[in-house]
């Protein structure tokens, strides 16, 4: 069992970094510690997450905009176990998928994890209790990353939850803290508020989703507020108890005045992911990580030994599936003597609530940070005809455009399918396009897309048409 090189771990950048290598020609193993292939993302995380998002989403708008459209139900109800079911029947469809790309590409599966014994040899503990040992050129870590639950929150899988857990409750909660208002939080959050559950959500900063544009963070917040969700900003969480069949949550102000408790029948941990390397033998070839415990790469993604690379969430970056991917082809493309290239501004973030958040680029607060002068152009959704069609009229898209040259420096936006219209941002950013480039490309009528063209105006010479 030589090969060219093997892969630890099965997520979105392992395997896609599997498929690219065995195209290039490279003899291929993969090496996953679960039954299943797909890691966090296809079988905990994103398609799950995704599967029940779209189920809440179906089951709001019945409730409480039918009857708007002259549609009339009578007697709805939530069959919580088969919106589980549903979920589950996405996640198997999809990692049965990943089988079938396996044995297309000819690349050898090992179940089991994956131990550097060498740099050159893996050793794989299956579950049965036997070990297999792989020999191989070159290796990349894709092992990904773990919820981090801190000891104080008493994290027991029951009442006290990750997002792992909170994908497969089985009836619809009274009550639900959220510890945190990042991605995973909102977004699980969101589906259980649609459903009629009481979400509080704790967050120790002064916004939500930190990470992205201010003015989206504001706009998400009003939607989700109107959804019921209650936010405590610039809070901490002392003390998370499980009390039988409740739940209690000691929350303080961050500036220590005021403390409270929250009871509810679940607590969802939500305060982001740590780097995965647990018994994976690094030590035992002496690969470097940094204080945070990410994996040390270089330019090329490689790691301090020679022909082991790193990519996803064990390295530095945005814990993102397609920025996984996007590392797995190009290490893929670098063993193989090509010259790729991955520009990681241009990698967009997408909160998948309702309405949805996207962006790419440079948010405003960055650009301040930097000093560059820029111009900023808005568009609202609520002046889109196709918004008010589908009465999804939450939300904005805002473009920031360099004050003398217009090249367009990132795209920000709130509202209706914007998880895919990002991707048009992101292409006119590739290819360093300005904002009047946007503003002169022809967009169908009606669209949600004709916002980006509208925000595109607006930074252009505030020439926006229908506002």
Known sequence: MNYDVTVIGSGPGGYVAAIRCAQLGLKTAIVERYSTLGGTCLNVGCIPSKALLDSSEHYHNAKEKFATHGIHLKDLTVDMPQMISRKDEVVD????????????????????????????????????????????????????????????FNYDKKRIITSTEALNIKEVPEKMVVIGGGVIGLELGSVYAR?????????????????????????????????GVTFHLKHMVTTVENTGDKVKV?????????????????????IGRRPYTDKLGLENIG???????????????QTSVPGIYAIGDVIEGAMLAHKAEEEGVFVAEVMAGQKPHIDYNLIPGVVYTWPEVAGVGKTETQLKEEGRAYKVGKFPFKALGRARASMDTDGMIKVLADKATDEILGVHMVGPRVADVIAEAVA???????????????????TYTEALKEAALAATDNRALHV
């Open 428 to 446: 006119l950013m590739e290819f360093r396009a300005s904002a009047e480039d946007a503003s002169r490309m022809s967009h169908a009528h009606p």
């Open 93 to 152: 469809q999809t990692v049965k998928g990943l089988d079938f790309l396996m044995k297309k590409n000819k690349i050898d599966v090992f179940q089991g994890h994956g131990t550097f014994v060498s740099a050159n040899q893996i050793e794989v503990n299956k579950a049965d209790g036997s070990k297999e040992t792989i020999q191989t050129a070159k290796a990349i870590i894709a092992t990904g990353s773990k919820p981090i639950t801190p000891a104080s």
């Open 287 to 301: 690969v470097e990580k940094d204080e945070k415990g990410r994996i040390k790469v270089d330019h090329h993604l």
């Open 195 to 227: 459903l009629g559950t009481s979400v509080e959500v704790v967050e120790f900063l002064d916004s939500i989703i930190p990470g992205m544009d201010k003015d989206c963070g504001k706009e998400l917040m009003r939607s989700l507020k109107k959804l």
């Open 250 to 270: 000691g929350v303080k102000s961050k500036d220590g005045d005021k403390t409270f408790d929250i009871e509810a029948d679940y607590c969802l941990v939500a």
